[in-house]
């Protein structure tokens, strides 16, 4: 492994203040803008460029400052999963439709696949291991456990992450808002019933194992 | 002869109860690390190149290039120049490198040179196929003259595409080589057997091989051998000299690593006055890839049915084989002979349940099904909701009901189980399974807790390793009834042991002793007892370790079920599509261990039910010989709000739990197809002839044409 991890002490707040890391999402930023968009955004703050080699990184991840030397071509989940041995987010169809490698950056969540990681340089991701602990778990983990929504296994962490970002957004979620918060995930056990049951546990703000 | 016996109901603390599955929160906090989760030091990753084309030979092959470039370690040929290949897909070269970039890289260096030749992959078209052949044909009693006598007669033209096992983790393994002994952290569904199969493969003793699977993503019956990409993973890595990690990319996990055999038939079936089924005949073909298929067994339940004669022929593709699909060949079967019999009950102008219960005495468990429909028809207050089908076309929203039957076998497979009773009261079971995912581990615990008297937790569990003692692999429903066998044998003589040390501090004979409640006692006086803790001291100060053995003495397991499914869907004329507003499962599978683990089984059955009746399909392209849909865009998965309502009935209590442990992840995926096939022509009024029910199929059938497979 490549990476030099260490607890950095310091909060998310004061991490994405710090000058470096500011400095470096931001010339990132530009340099994955095409030129014409560059060019008509500021003559100023010409393209900058980086790759194809490895590209020195910072970003938080599940509250812990990771450096590394990553390809610009490595997707998130690639880098969180082979660089920083973070292997709870799942590689399943690698392409944005399944869910199993949902994560959250900067709160929200993103499919990890389909996201280079030098784009999180400078910024916060949870991923499902980022949540609770099997000796603490996070409610929505809990409820998961709870509700049997979970067989194989290996669509959970995907599901887990992406049903507390739900149920943060909306702590009763309607239908509607079930659809789009868990319609971008797949399960191939057949976990649904118990998947369900944690959400729709969950109203009145707090998940309930049901 | 020692007595080998499940507890009474009324003695039962643990069996039967709905304890939360034990790796529950390893796994839903991402901490379980499956095969593709392992990073040993130094690992190196591996890509596999496959060849584009559905049939070809190759002329050349040239890795020079990739073999040049940095971080490569390794390009391994595994098919060279000459070679035939028979399905796009099929592996050609291997590389491992530094990091998968590179190894992707390294793939599109290799320059191979194919001399491309013609290829079949349109498994409908048995009259098109090149190597079609005949694959049995069978008659019983007298056909032609039952049907020229019969009162109705229906013929229909039905069938069923190939479809993917799509297991989420794909297939592939970690290789790690010390010395000569390798260990392989392999997604199987096989760990007491793989390591032989890896160990001839290689050329070395299965003594050497170490197979680990602590978790796995899902097999569904697709992941019992090492495959050609385990071997050549580990000759990587043996090449290598450091690990090698090769898991599929997704579109070779869904175009060569696993798919359920397609089936179509022309079925004629006939019925009397009465309503008894009278005669069938069923002209079957199917393609399980290159392989083409075996008989698909047919009339599916009603198999006693009278004159009758089978033909099959075999549909050999230029596409990957086949693998056991769960419940392999009865979901087909049954799709083919719940629709066609559905439609004869139409004809006859009878309710379908009324229909199938007049001739239950052509199935081999009358009773078990006249009880399974009278509590699913509760469930589904179908005599107050099931009409007749709807011709009308009034209304763009049509509701309608479907029922179906189902069987399987599910007898516990050979398993060995060692149980060790510590001095300190420790108890261990080993057990050389594998959890893929239906709760193996937690099912062996419940078993170990309950003959001990202790609580779930104070009994710990090691399984997913070939140094355990051998287990059969998971595949049939054959686990569940082997794995608990085997550990109830071995867990009552090491408690029996246990008794014997015990019973002269207690002042009695070891026979009179029981354990519950943390205690070791005499039956019946509770208060002439001790402490578990203080029982175990007794036994000195080596363990006690025992193996139990499946099959063995003793009425522990047993085989055959039955299960009746209702669907009610939704489905909208104007656009074709269908939804699935309920499923009801009624379902029994002997004395139950966990009541909350299966009927999990059960919902995952009706959930992978709901994807092949609607949406799952391979769809191989003519032209390039190639799928186009190996992806999760285009291959569809039934997702949380395809699924509709949900509502299981286990039948268990006295009459079923006498029986013993029954398998049960395969039967409830076997009805769905047709029980939701069936719903949709009374809610349509047309038989709808094949799955997926996708909305060019529906419309096709409401517009009277028959459409393409």
């Not at chain 2, 592996?91 to 191979?112: F, G, K, N, P």
């Not at chain 2, 075996?294 to 693998?323: C, D, K």
């Not at chain 2, 079967?333 to 379908?352: H, K, R």
Request: some cysteine; proline content about 6%.
């Amino acid at each position: 492994m490549t990476d030099d991890a260490k607890r950095s002490g310091l909060s998310r707040r004061s991490f994405l203040r710090s000058g470096a890391a500011g400095a470096l999402s931001g010339g990132l930023a530009a340099g994955l803008l095409t030129e014409e968009a560059a060019g008509a955004a500021a003559d100023t703050d010409a393209p900058k460029t980086v790759g194809p080699g490895p590209v020195e990184i910072e970003l938080e991840v599940n509250g812990v400052t990771r450096r590394l030397a990553v390809e610009p071509r490595v997707t998130l989940l690639d880098g969180l999963r082979d660089r920083l041995d973070v292997t709870g987010p799942k590689r399943v169809c690698d392409r944005g439709t399944c869910g199993a490698c949902t994560v959250l950056e900067e709160g929200r969540p993103i499919y990890a696949c389909s996201r280079l990681m030098i784009e999180s340089a400078g910024r916060s991701v949870t991923t499902v291991e980022g949540l609770g602990s099997p000796d603490a778990m996070h409610d929505v983990q809990q409820a998961f456990v709870e509700n049997d929504a979970q067989q194989c296994g290996y669509c959970t962490p995907g599901f887990v992450v992406a049903t507390a970002a739900l149920l943060a957004r909306h702590p009763a979620p309607s239908e509607q808002e079930i659809e789009a918060g868990l319609g971008g995930n797949l399960c191939r056990c057949g976990t649904y019933k118990g998947i369900r049951a944690v959400v729709e546990g969950a109203g009145g703000g707090g998940v309930s194992g049901g | 002869m020692a007595d080998y016996s499940w507890p009474e109901a009324e003695r039962r603390a643990l069996i039967g109860s709905r304890p939360a599955r034990l790796d529950g929160p390893v796994k839903s906090t991402g901490f379980a690390k499956y095969p593709s989760d392992q990073n040993p030091q130094g690992l190196l990753a591996a890509k596999i190149l496959t060849c584009p084309h559905a049939h070809a030979r190759i002329v050349g092959i040239d890795t020079s290039a990739a073999e040049a470039m940095p971080g490569v370690r390794v390009v391994h040929v595994i098919q060279g120049e000459g070679a035939e290949i028979q399905w796009a897909g099929d592996e050609v070269a291997a590389v491992a490198a530094v990091t998968e970039e590179v190894a992707r890289d390294a793939l599109r260096a290799i320059r191979v040179d194919y001399e491309v030749l013609p290829h079949f992959v349109t498994e409908a078209d048995r009259d098109g196929a090149p190597d079609a052949r005949p694959a049995g044909e069978r008659t019983e009693g007298d056909p032609d003259a039952a049907f020229a006598t019969a009162h109705r007669t229906v013929e229909r033209t039905l069938g069923m595409p190939q479809m993917a096992h799509m297991c989420l983790e794909p297939h592939g393994q970690v290789c790690s080589w010390d010395g000569d002994e390798l260990e392989v952290h392999a997604s199987t569904q096989a760990v007491s057997t793989l390591g032989g199969q890896f160990a001839t493969e290689l050329g070395v003793p299965a003594s050497q091989v170490r197979i680990r699977t602590e978790y796995m993503g899902g097999g569904f019956g697709s992941k019992f051998s090492p495959d050609r990409w385990g071997i050549v993973g580990a000759e990587l890595a043996r090449k290598a000299g450091a690990p090698v990690k090769l898991f599929l990319e997704r579109d070779q996990e869904v175009t060569v690593a696993g798919s359920r055999p397609s089936a179509f038939a022309r079925i004629r079936a006939s019925a009397d006055e009465q309503g008894r089924l009278v005669a069938w005949d069923s002209d079957s073909w199917g393609s399980g890839g290159l392989p083409g298929t075996g008989q698909t067994p047919l009339p599916y339940v009603f198999s006693r049915l009278p004159n009758r004669r089978t033909r099959h022929t075999s549909v050999p593709t230029n596409l990957a084989g086949s693998r056991a699909w769960r419940a392999p060949n009865h979901p087909q079967a049954c799709f083919l002979t719940m629709a066609v019999l559905d439609d004869l009950a139409d004809e006859l102008g009878l309710d379908p349940i009324d229909f199938l219960e007049r001739n239950l005495d052509l199935t081999g468990r009358a009773d078990t099904y006249r009880e399974q429909f009278a509590i699913a028809a509760e469930m589904a207050s179908w005599k107050e909701r099931w009409q007749p089908r709807d011709r009308t076309r009034e209304g763009a929203v049509h509701r309608g009901l479907g029922v179906s039957v189902h069987t399987w076998g599910g007898r516990g497979h050979s398993s060995n189980c060692d149980v060790t009773v510590h001095p300190d009261g420790a108890v261990e079971a080993r057990i050389g399974s594998q959890d893929i995912g239906t709760g193996t581990r937690t099912i062996v615990a419940q078993v170990l807790a309950e003959t001990f008297g202790l609580e779930l937790h104070q009994v710990r569990v090691s399984l997913g390793d070939n140094v355990y003692p051998q287990s059969g692999p998971s595949g049939g429903s054959s686990t569940v009834g082997g794995v608990t066998a085997s550990t109830r044998r071995a867990a009552q003589d090491a408690l029996r042991e246990v008794l014997v040390h015990v019973a002269p501090r207690l002042e009695a004979e070891p026979e009179q002793l029981v354990a519950g409640g943390g205690r070791v006692f005499v039956e019946g006086d509770s208060s002439r007892g001790m402490s578990w803790r203080e029982a175990a001291a007794q036994i000195g100060g080596a363990p006690i370790s025992v193996q139990g053995r499946n099959p063995g003495p003793g009425r522990l397991i047993s085989s055959g079920v039955g299960g009746v499914q209702i669907a009610d869907v939704e489905v909208d004329i104007e656009t074709g599509v269908v939804q699935v507003e309920r499923m009801i499962a009624v379902q029994d599978c002997g004395l139950i261990i966990n009541r909350r683990l299966a009927e999990s089984q059960v919902y995952g059955g009706l959930i992978m039910g709901v994807g092949y009746a609607l949406y799952e399909e391979w769809i191989p392209d003519p032209v390039s010989g190639r799928l186009l849909n190996a992806d999760m865009e285009f291959y569809k998965l039934a997702g949380l709000v395809d699924v509709g309502s949900l509502e299981v009935h286990m039948m268990t209590g006295p009459g079923y739990d006498e029986r013993g442990v029954i398998g049960l992840g395969e039967p409830p995926v076997i009805s769905p197809g047709a029980a939701i096939s069936n719903a949709v022509a009374n809610a349509i009024g047309v038989r709808v002839p094949y799955l997926p029910l996708t909305p060019d199929r529906v419309l096709d059938a409401l517009a009277g044409r028959g459409g393409p497979a």
